[in-house]
């Protein structure tokens, strides 16, 4: 089997693996996932992209409208 055999992985596919979420993710903190995302969101294009993607989970919408002190130096 090649890597192109293999479909890529989603929630679907994982919740019909058994697995909520693939093992490498489990063992890395979060700090450093939520500096790698920051990392790859650099460009504003794939930033947006991925904003949008997030905020139709209504949970993570709920929370981020949620937040009573936003950064806005982030906006400058």
Same mark, same amino acid.
């Given at each position: 089997m090649t890597c192109?055999? /293999?479909p890529p992985w989603s929630p679907r596919s994982a919740r019909r693996t058994g697995s909520a979420r693939p093992t490498v993710v489990?063992?890395?903190?979060?700090e450093?996932?939520?500096r790698a /995302?920051?990392?790859l969101?650099?460009?504003e294009v794939v930033a947006a992209t991925v904003t949008t993607g997030l905020l139709r989970r209504p949970d993570v919408a709920f929370r981020a409208m949620s937040d009573d002190c936003p950064d806005y130096r982030l906006a400058a």
């Open positions: 192109c055999d /293999v489990a063992q890395v903190r979060r450093d996932r939520v /995302v920051e990392e969101t650099g460009d």
